[in-house]
Nanobody, 126 residues
């Protein structure tokens, strides 16, 4: 059983930056493909970014491409999401998730992820 704990959320003005972290425990972190998702009030959970187990391949939602960067440090059991040029529409609760399937394809489907963190709130003011 993997436990995931996010941190780094907060209130920021439009155009600003935040760096989210997600620390994993209870499993072998390098065995899991990792993803970031977000959920705004009244909306479905949506894929933001994903990274393969070794960090060699990345995938981004079109809405964040060029502004967000996902990375991981397997020695620290941590995945990061650097968010730059933030917009009010980026306001949401951000969750990290772990996919244990062993696929080489980064999934954007929440149902393909096995473990989830509680989330961290990101609020971008205009």
């Amino acid at each position: 059983q993997v436990q995931l704990v996010e941190s780094g959320g907060g209130l920021v003005q439009a155009g600003g930056s935040l760096r989210l972290s997600c620390e994993a425990s209870g499993g072998t972190f390098s065995n899991y493909m990792m993803g970031w998702f977000r959920q705004a009030p009244g909306k479905e959970r949506e894929f933001v970014a994903g990274i393969t187990r070794g960090g060699g391949r990345l995938r981004y939602a079109d809405s964040v491409k060029g502004r967000f960067t996902i990375s991981r440090d397997n020695a620290k059991n941590t995945v990061y999401l650097q968010m730059d040029s933030l917009k009010p529409e980026d306001t949401a609760v951000y969750h990290c998730a772990a996919d244990r399937r062993g696929s080489l394809v980064i999934s954007s489907t929440p149902g393909n992820y096995d473990y989830w963190g509680q989330g961290t709130q990101v609020t971008v003011s205009s």
